[in-house]
């Protein structure tokens, strides 16, 4: 072990750097009248879409005096400001270059979002509009025309809000005037327990700059009075059976379509089973049209397909299957792929991860979802794009998407051009006893790293808090229900080195529970419980080895490299933070040639199932990935593939 490389890595706090003005090239070319103007959710489309994206004007005001923070999600009494700040680009954060403000928005201070919505008319006077918000970090109190309709909480999950009795309407119920649209916004980020990932006020290491606001697209569509509100669609283990799940606000008559396939539903809504309850109650009620709305007890519809040829989806073939869901007069287009992700064991009796019950081995880098001119914002569709192409092109089959939720297009791509995705949750939790949750039991991960998670070590975890642990559990629940569909995610990760961690057990039973389909990494880096489908540990400064058979699971190193090369001109800082520091591209293209094929790829043969990279991306100090922060320099040439 390289004791000083791994005292060398502890990260320290740099607030106050004014890091380098970095733009990638969709940042720079930027064109602010059509700011990510593709439909945002590709897996839900309707025809009725009016992007919100663009200019809208915006303040930061100092909170009341008497305000209190658990009053955060509510409704208050307080008016709007007549007076705003200025112009903000959304859906970039404040804190962001490409936002035009660049400015913080700290604990003891709102946010406030002001513009018309455009006018337009509706197709019937009984149709609802619905507004749609992907993502707003971290508390939005939402209003019409001065009017409070909801509120939501949590700066990572979409919310939708049906707005159509807020709005003006002329005689004849179908144009709509003039209306506003006012949102204020709250963000603790780290200075309580809620889910932040690696944003901090304190910046520095491997912790990064915080951002708040909206961070994704904002837009409205119309649906008729009876609309489709949500799909769930599962893919059998015997790689031909199709199940898809539908429910509508109204009884309906409801069919589905695809290829070759073609059922319809009579308008006898079935009772929900125990397991859809379940299913339905794990998404919040804010997600659902609740304000004004006309939903009552939704409708389910099954539908079970089987095919007999069916063309199976892979990173070397990603197939997908077009959808079509039509409810009365709603029309839902979407999409799905046949796979199947399982732990099997192999011909060995060696656990392994499975794609389409065969081992499969994954190829795996770390991303963080950073970027120096958007922070959570990519700049463009197309930056998403080339963050997946440009893994692949380094013979990268699996992303690891680290303690974020992307936007839904990223998932898309994933999908589209055979991407495979473990998704992490959000950490949370309150102040980290680093030396605990990292350092220590990077040093000795035999004694530390298998502390016992029960309810005596909360504290030490930074879960003391009992609202922030039930929290988690929501936002847990709703991330599995929210990405359910996707084929290219092929793994939940529950907590990320102790941070926040807390009865993961039980949180890996809850897990399988609402998504039966797909592995667990119950803890990924340390204090394992011995539950979940993989044994998932970092390893960054001792030599790599494995672990077979422990508990019937897989073995994965779930992080681990962290190459280190500063380019001047392309980094954010002129300090370095990474696990080994090289001074040229050709000493870092040595080490890392050695350490994928020398190192890591041996381990395959001796019961190794999938390996991390860290990471895609340098993210300001850090200076770890294999492309420079603003995108414009890959650092490794090429890499020998997996075989």
Known sequence: MDLIDAIKSIDKPHEDDVLNRLFTPWGENLDKDNVLTEYPRPQFVRDSYVNLNGYWDYCIIDKPSDFKNDQLNAAFSDEIPAQMDGQILVPFSPEAMLSGVEKRLNPDQFLWYKRDLPEFNRTSDTSRILLHFGAVDQFADVYINGKFIGSHSGGYLPFTFDITDYLELSDDKRAFGKNTLSIRVADTSDSSYHSRGK????????????????????????????????????????????????????PTQVSVKFPGHEMMKSPDAEAPSEKEQLIDSSFSSDTYPTAGGNDGEPCYYHFEFTIDEPHLWSPEDPYLYPLRINAGDDHVQSYFAMRYYSVEPDDAGIYRFCLNHKPYFLMGVLDQGYWPDGLYTAPSDEALIFDIT?????????????????????????????????????????????????????????????MSDGPSHYKTFSRGDSEGRSEWLTEMKNTIHYLYNVPSIATWCLFNE????????????????????????QASGWFDEGSGHFRSVHNYFRPLSVEVNSHNRAFVISEYGGLACHIDGHSSVDRIYGYKKYDTLDELGVAYFNLINGDMKPLIAKGLSGAVYTQVSDVEEEVNGLMTYDRKITKISTALPVR
């Open 498 to 521: 102790g941070w926040g961690q807390f009865n993961a057990a039980g949180a890996t039973i809850l897990a399988k529970e609402l998504d039966p389909t797909r592995p667990i990494d």
């Open 199 to 250: 944003q901090t006020l304190r910046r520095g290491g491997m912790y990064y700059t915080c951002q708040s606001g909206i961070w994704q697209t904002v837009w409205f569509e119309e649906v008729p009075e009876i609309y489709v509100r949500q799909v769930r669609i599962t893919p059998g283990s015997d790689l031909k059976s199709l199940s898809i799940l539908v429910s509508t606000n109204k």
């Open 390 to 450: 440009e893994m692949k092109r380094l013979h990268y089959n699996m992303m690891r998407k680290h303690i974020k939720v992307e936007a839904a297009r990223w998932y898309y791509h994933c999908d589209r051009l055979g991407m495979i995705v473990w998704q992490d949750m959000v950490s949370g939790g309150s102040s980290y006893a680093k030396p605990v949750v990292s350092y220590l039991p990077t040093l000795f991960p035999k004694v530390f790293g298998r």
